[in-house]
């Protein structure tokens, strides 16, 4: 059962003077059971890509394949809400979509909507609370009395409590603290490992990418650059730089070891593989 994108256009505002062709004959598949990074230049479709994977979005033209769905121009949101319990899209801003009057109310409202009883859907509502590092004792606050790092993390686990097998996150680490940033990263990771949740996630950080991403589609104007393997796109500095990313701190460290005389060509994805290299280079 794939996910996939077949020759898909999306225009917002079709038909006046502000159409605007967002997404431009993508065809690109992803890959199920991994976890693939969403990169590219701000205004370059990242987030109007990934709202067509629940279907937020519709395709101006060709077909969208999520599991056995088959999304085009003429679906209609009605008959899509089995999709939504299926794959679970996060928002770039989600403290928007923030309504009830707590939090425990607003990380309930999924699975009440997809027919959970009212016992089961709070049992589901606090352990996605719990997963994202919010205790019980934020469960009858209100959302709109917590921080926005907080109110990311409540609409992640407004998400993770419908239990989906897609997780599709836009920026969901942006805007919290790096020990949070991390903390996140690593609960998609056991998402994947352990649960086998297919993990899509939009980010501006290389560091994420390189760390804990298995795949990475790379976007700029409306299209598909590249989709590659993580460890095989990083290893093509030129490609990183012609679309005005950075390159992951370890190998930008590693190219400048490099221009200063060190010998250092094997591929590397970690810490430990760069002070390994260092170690066996200087041991020569
Ligand atoms: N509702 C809208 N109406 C008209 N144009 C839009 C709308 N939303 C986005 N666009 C345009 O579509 C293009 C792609 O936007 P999109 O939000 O998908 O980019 P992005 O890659 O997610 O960017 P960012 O990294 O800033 O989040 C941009 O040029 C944007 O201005
Ligand atoms: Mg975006």
Do not use: W
């Amino acid at each position: 059962m794939p996910i996939a994108f077949e020759k898909v256009n999306y225009q917002y505002a079709p038909n006046t003077p502000f159409a605007y062709e967002a997404l431009k004959n993508i065809d690109l598949a992803f890959e199920l059971g991994k976890i693939t990074a969403i990169i590219g230049p701000t205004g370059s479709g990242k987030s109007t890509l990934v709202q067509h994977l629940n279907a937020l979005l519709l395709p101006s033209k060709g077909t969208v394949l999520v599991l056995d769905r088959t999304i085009t121009h003429t679906d209609k949101p009605k008959e899509l809400k089995s999709l939504r319990k299926r794959v679970g899209l996060v928002f770039q801003f989600p403290e928007y979509q923030l309504f009830e009057e707590t939090i425990l109310k607003d990380v309930m409202f999924g699975p009440l909507n997809f027919k959970v009883d009212e016992a089961t859907a709070k049992v589901q509502a606090l352990d996605a609370l719990k997963m994202v590092g919010l205790d019980e004792s934020f469960a009858e606050k209100s959302p709109l009395d917590i921080s926005g790092g907080q109110k990311r993390r409540v609409a992640i686990a407004g998400i993770l409590a419908i239990n989906p097998d897609v997780l599709v996150l836009d920026e969901p680490t942006a805007g919290l603290d790096p020990q949070g940033s991390k903390a996140m990263m690593e609960l998609f990771v056991r998402l994947n490992k352990d649960h086998g949740k297919t993990i899509l996630v939009v980010t501006h950080d290389m560091e994420h990418v390189i760390n804990y991403c298995d795949n990475v589609v790379v976007m700029a104007e409306g299209e598909v650059l590249t989709h590659q393997l993580v460890g095989d796109y990083f290893e093509r500095k030129q490609q990183i730089e012609s679309i005005k990313m950075n390159l992951p701190q370890l190998l930008a460290f590693k190219e400048a070891l490099i221009a200063g005389g060190f010998d250092l060509n094997t591929p590397m994805r970690t810490l430990d593989d760069l002070a390994d290299a260092i170690a066996m280079e200087l041991s020569r």
